[in-house]
């Protein structure tokens, strides 16, 4: 028996999936809440699957804790170490921006594209700089990326070991990514450094759940190609699990539906993620997976992701007439899943109100953990006001408005809940689906009190938003689905190699409306879309409809992640270039290799390197036996007529069942 799990932002799923027969079956699926503290969820959910723990044979994880924080912009507190770069590089590829007001600490050394060392590291220079940082409160890790360290590591190496006696983890870049572009290696860097203590939260609650129940069996995490590698691996490299539960909806919906060629939109608590299946396989990006407004270089299926889901925010610009409704990205806890925790709290604040209807009147929030609980990293940097503000909240649930007494105190909520130390509570679609009664699972009167407070927001001409609270409900529902058809059409065009942004434009529009005049305009989707998550039913048939296509929705939709987690295989990919610094000369990029004198014995030992190397690799990831491929691409330059050499790729990639403890 397999156990496949995910624990998304609303909803922990797990299934028991039996692999003793040719095609494996689903025997058991449940869905449980996903909790601050992860291990209830999991807990939960595997309780209600599980059966005899002796059966177990393997447990598999995937996630979309990892995308979400990207997408609302939550994590760790990070400094970067830029060696060999210079200030003009934290404005490319993003860093800038991903950096925020994180530490930087920029030094000399690095190495050139032939892997040649430009200036001595100055080690002595940088302990004392992250004691500075230490000294001012610290960090939660440290990233470290040097110019041109996938041609020579040891820069990153040597800089590891100076910061590994402040007892902080430590990411490399050139472990994450063989390619050149430091600043995106370094933006992907630093976004694994941020991650490290998520996934790590994941991993720990998990083992301690299977250990308690007296499970002997490997742990898995699914990565953002849908492949499988262990906890172990997997909390070393927390970004290469971006996408993961995206991947395994995707492999999800390949199982469950035998589809070959297929839209894959699964609509989560928090984001809406949209892949192509090709003959049944999901298309992986070789370019990086792009999330939020992150472009990482890690490789992962080609899904776009949208910040788009049953628990996102819903923003009423009541200033514009009419008014205007914005959806997410960032994700609000339900109201009416507040108030089954919470119900004197929610109930009472929402009958007490009286008066005019203020955008704060359905809002809560609370800190995730008090002030004083929180390494000092996590506060560090806090305004006077921020500091307040926490203080005032402390740990438990308070409405908005108590605390948010001034325009300072409401900017500070905002920064809180982006550093991940604060998180908010309103009216989302799943409370829009209460209203209206496609929903009855949480507190459907909290979810109408809600809808009535907002429903009568006056807009910049004094009239009501809409005339009730089911009438806004519905409002948020079409928004959803119109907002839905779109990102699935998007995605379909960027699948086709065509502007993505062309959904844009006024024609494009007209024609979803179903444009009707002199000229005929017509879109849609060319492919059947399959829709999976708890959502799907609600919106994905009128979303089907808009795209003028056949709409699928599998019978274990709701758990596609869990089952996809479940029958996934461990696959790694290692990759070598080779560099040639002078004629007759041929270096391969790998550390301990000698220069050859022609290219195919370098090539051949970097093959022989690359799959001693990919095998020990998938060992420790958690593969069994490996079947192992090789490919070489050979780039040239003609020049007066004659093709010269510029360099060459060797990948070998490993592919593999996990190792299971036989049950």
């Known amino acids: 028996m397999l156990i496949g799990i995910d624990t998304g932002g609303t909803y922990t799923d797990a299934v028991r999936y039996d692999d003793s027969s040719e095609p494996g079956s689903v025997v058991a699926t449940a869905k449980a809440r996903t909790r601050a503290d992860l291990s209830i969820g999991i807990a939960e959910a595997l309780d209600s699957v599980l059966g005899n723990p002796a059966d177990v044979s393997l447990v598999s994880l995937s996630t979309t804790l990892a995308t979400n924080a990207l997408v609302e912009g939550v994590g760790g507190r990070v400094a970067l170490v830029f060696i060999g770069f210079g200030e003009a590089e934290l404005d490319r590829g993003g860093l800038r921006t991903a950096l925020g007001d994180a530490p930087v600490i920029t030094i000399d050394g690095g190495h050139d594209s032939l892997g040649n060392e430009l200036t001595a590291l100055p080690e002595a220079a940088l302990l004392t700089e ?6 001012a409160g610290g960090v939660d890790a440290y990233a470290i990326a040097a110019q041109f360290s996938v041609r020579n590591p040891a820069h990153e190496l040597a800089a590891r070991d100076v910061l590994k006696g402040l007892g902080r983890p430590v990411a490399c870049s050139h472990e994450l990514s063989a390619k050149l572009d430091g600043p995106r290696r370094a933006l992907t860097c630093l976004l694994n450094a941020r991650l490290i203590a998520l996934i790590a939260e994941l991993t720990s609650a998990a083992r301690r759940i299977l250990a308690e129940r007296g499970i002997d069996a490997p742990l898995m995490l699914v990565r953002g190609d849908g492949s499988l590698v262990t906890a172990e691996y997997a909390e070393q490299r927390p970004i290469e699990t971006i996408l993961s539960g995206p991947a395994a909806s995707l492999i999800g919906a390949g199982h469950l539906t035998a589809a070959t060629d297929v839209l894959v939109s699964d609509i989560g608590g928090t984001t809406t993620d949209i892949g192509v299946l090709r ?9 990086g997976a792009t999330v939020g407004r992150h472009r990482t270089m890690v490789e992962a299926v080609a899904m776009v992701t949208h910040g788009l889901g049953g ?26 899943l507040l108030a089954v925790d919470e119900p004197e709290l929610v109930i009472g604040t929402l009958e007490r109100l009286d008066g005019p209807s203020r955008p704060d009147d359905t809002r809560f929030v609370s800190a995730i953990i008090s002030p004083s609980d929180r390494p000092t990293a996590a506060t560090v940097g806090l305004s006077a006001t921020e500091t307040g503000v926490l203080d005032a909240i402390g740990g438990r649930w308070v409405p908005v408005d108590t605390v948010a007494t001034s325009s300072r105190a409401a900017a500070a909520i905002t920064t809180l809940a982006g550093r991940g130390l604060v998180k908010l509570a309103g009216f989302t679609p799943s409370d829009a689906a209460h209203v209206t009664g496609v929903h009855t699972a949480w507190d459907t009167d909290a979810a109408h009190a809600a809808a009535d407070r907002l429903a009568a927001l006056s807009d910049s001409g004094g009239e009501p938003i809409c005339k009730d609270g089911r009438a806004l409900a519905q409002w948020v529902i079409d928004n959803v689905i119109r907002r839905s058809a779109e990102s699935v059409l998007a995605a379909a065009l960027d699948d086709d190699g065509l502007p993505g942004d062309a959904i844009d434009s006024a024609i494009v529009q007209r024609a979803i409306d179903g444009h009707d005049g002199a000229a005929a305009i017509h879109i849609g989707a060319a492919l059947p879309l399959v829709a999976l998550g708890a959502a799907a039913s609600t919106y994905y048939p009128p979303v089907a409809e808009l795209l003028r296509t056949t709409g699928v929705i599998p019978d274990l939709a709701a758990v596609a992640n869990a089952v996809g987690a479940a029958v996934a295989n461990v696959r790694l990919v ?11 000369q041929f270096r391969v990029h790998l550390p301990g290799l000698d220069d050859r004198g022609d290219l195919q014995p370098a090539i051949d030992d970097a ?34 007529g004659t093709a010269v050499f510029v360099e060459a790729t060797v990948t070998v990639t490993a592919t593999g069942r996990p190792t299971t403890r036989p049950g």
């Open 130 to 135: 992250a004691e500075r940082i230490e000294d």
């Open 279 to 287: 003959g049944g396989i999901p298309r992986v990006s070789a370019e």
């Open 311 to 336: 628990d996102s925010e819903v923003d009423i610009d009541w200033r514009a007439h009419p008014a205007a409704l914005r959806l997410g990205p960032r994700r609000l806890v339900p109201i009416s």
């Open 574 to 584: 290692a990759t070598a270039t080779i560099s040639q610094p002078s004629k007759g």
């Open 607 to 640: 093959t022989h390197a690359l799959t001693e190397r990919i095998r020990a690799e998938a060992a420790t990831a958690g593969a069994a036996e490996v079947t192992v491929t090789t490919d070489v691409a050979t780039r040239s330059a003609t020049i007066a």
